[in-house]
């Protein structure tokens, strides 16, 4: 498990132990999960190849946003499409030279990872259920947890070549960067978008109706 003072991995599977952790605290320890039409038991939808990829990604966005530290240390995030999630989990101890030189593998590298200063262990709990309610739906009913479609949108703007390749860096964002994916992601929501032009349409209305009231209070003093 974790050294508790520095957070050092012994590997992926750490965190692996560390989410169904999580999920037990959040009472979610017996739900299965509802992944890519099928349905996973919960132990194997963790595994390393399938959702924990995605969760601990999200988990290390939250803590860099709201701490600017970093949650597991000496690992990286690659793309890779052989995977469930499109995305795997690699220690640092096993990149290549050439993966070493990747712009966003090397951002990665160089973030600090909070030590029990500033991420105590409470504060690395909250992260990682606030991670879990991100990455799934809980429906309580069925006693099954849901995948949530990622929004990758700003995502895609650090590819380091025109399309994600296998074995390249995917990057951590921080607050800003998340935040302008959300709004990316609001603006391809149909829903959304005729929302919006409802609102722009009353609100014009609403303008016009102080200037129709003018009119005819002008038209009748003439």
Do not use: C
């Amino acid at each position: 498990m974790y050294n508790e003072d520095s957070f050092k991995l012994k590997d992926v599977y750490d965190i692996q132990n560390s989410f169904e952790e999580t999920l037990g605290s959040l009472g979610l320890g017996e739900f299965e999960v509802s992944l890519k039409g099928d349905t996973w038991p919960l132990s194997a939808a963790l595994h390393p190849y399938v959702s924990l990829p995605r969760l601990a990604h999200r988990a290390e966005e939250l803590a860099l946003s709201l701490f600017g530290f970093r949650l597991f240390s000496d690992v990286v995030y690659v793309a890779n499409n052989s995977r469930v999630s499109g995305i795997e989990i690699v220690l640092a101890r096993h990149l290549s030279d050439e993966q070493r030189r990747d712009p966003v593998i090397a951002s990665m590298l160089e973030a600090k990872v909070g030590d029990l200063e500033v991420l105590t262990k409470g504060l690395r709990g909250l992260v990682m259920e606030v991670a879990v309610t991100d990455v799934f739906e809980i429906d309580h009913e069925n006693s099954l947890l849901k995948e949530k479609a990622p929004n990758w949108k700003v995502h895609t703007l650090f590819k380091t070549t025109p399309e994600w390749e296998n074995e390249s860096g995917f990057p951590l964002l921080t607050g800003g960067h998340l935040g302008l994916s959300e709004l990316l992601g609001w603006a391809t929501e149909e829903d959304i978008i005729n929302a919006l032009n409802k609102a722009r349409r009353a609100a014009e209305e609403l303008l016009q109706q102080p200037r129709t009231a003018r009119d005819d209070e002008y038209s009748q003093g003439f």
